[in-house]
């Protein structure tokens, strides 16, 4: 028994883990500047809802369940994959032909289902957790890239002394490097106007998806040329894009809400 004990913990050490999602502050991040960009009528709804849990802790529920094997059909609505140089012109006729149980399949379903005014308590916890999660995972970029790299998990990099992937260097390295709690880091870089907000969340879920790939595509050169030994150097040059990337997700899953619940 000791020696399996051992041997499984070893095991699970020596595992590297396959990172799935915006890390839970990432998530967290989304959702609390969401929250700050809801309408009151929108907030009440919610709050009927979700009851007590706020939307930022309401973020990381539809990663917590990938424990539960019965869930299992929910994990490819985690991202997309493309094909490599779309055009936003191609992107766009990708998705009217999309019918994979992708992300964006997902996203058209949620909204849909939480607009329906005879959708069960039951459904309206569930889906609502899961649209609040999935609206922060499409702007990672590493949720909308390639399938042959599964999204950067199979790309080995350095991150100071760790060895980790490009993916997880995206889900959560770089915002942890940043030593802030969610509601700090969320303050930090919730900044922007009431015409910049107008914009991001009048800009269909196709042109969310193919800002992020256009990132992901950059960040695939980026590591095909260099060194892949990422630190200081590399935070310097992306913590500005990330950023902009939560803010985004924040602002936009906040026109998501009104639009649903307003
Ligand atoms: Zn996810």
């Known amino acids: 028994m000791k020696l399996f004990s051992i041997l499984f913990i070893a095991l699970f050490l020596y595992l590297p883990f396959n990172s799935i999602a915006w890390g839970v502050q990432g998530h967290r991040i989304v959702g609390q500047i969401a929250e700050s960009y809801l309408t009151p009528k929108a907030k009440q709804a919610i709050q009927k809802i979700l009851g007590n849990e706020s939307v930022a802790m309401a973020s990381n529920w539809a990663d917590f369940i990938k424990s539960d094997t019965a869930?299992?059909?929910?994990?490819?609505?985690?991202?997309?994959?493309?094909?490599?140089?779309?055009?936003?012109?191609e992107l766009k006729e990708y998705l009217l032909k999309d019918t994979a149980a992708d992300v964006y399949t997902e996203l058209?379903?949620?909204?849909?289902?939480?607009?329906?005014?005879?959708?069960?308590?039951?459904?309206?916890?569930?889906?609502?957790?899961?649209?609040?999660?999935?609206?922060?995972?499409?702007?990672?970029?590493?949720?909308?890239?390639r399938a042959e790299d599964e999204g950067g998990n199979k790309i080995q990099v350095m991150w100071f002394r760790?060895?980790?992937?490009?993916?997880?260097?995206?889900?959560?390295?770089?915002?942890?490097?940043?030593?802030?709690?969610?509601?700090?880091?969320?303050?930090?870089?919730?900044?922007?106007?009431?015409?910049?907000?107008?914009?991001?969340?009048?800009?269909?879920?196709?042109?969310?998806?193919?800002?992020?790939?256009q990132i992901a595509e950059k960040l695939y050169s980026e590591i095909n040329q260099n060194e892949q030994k990422l630190s200081y150097r590399y935070n310097y040059d992306h913590i500005a894009i990330l950023n902009n990337q939560l803010l985004k997700g924040g602002v936009r899953l906040a026109g998501l809400l009104n639009e649903i619940f307003g």
Not at 71 to 87: A, C, E, G, K, T
Not at 115 to 139: A, F, S
Not at 167 to 182: N, R, T
């Open 162 to 213: 760790e060895s980790t992937n490009l993916h997880a260097v995206w889900d959560e390295k770089l915002i942890d490097f940043q030593q802030l709690s969610y509601t700090e880091y969320a303050t930090a870089i919730n900044f922007t106007t009431a015409s910049q907000r107008q914009v991001w969340q009048r800009e269909p879920i196709s042109q969310w998806l193919f800002e992020s790939n």
């Open 71 to 89: 869930y299992n059909y929910l994990s490819p609505m985690h991202y997309i994959n493309l094909p490599d140089r779309l055009s936003y012109a």
């Open 108 to 145: 058209a379903f949620l909204i849909k289902q939480l607009k329906r005014p005879d959708l069960t308590k039951e459904k309206q916890v569930m889906y609502l957790h899961l649209l609040i999660h999935l609206v922060g995972d499409v702007h990672q970029p590493m949720h909308v890239s």
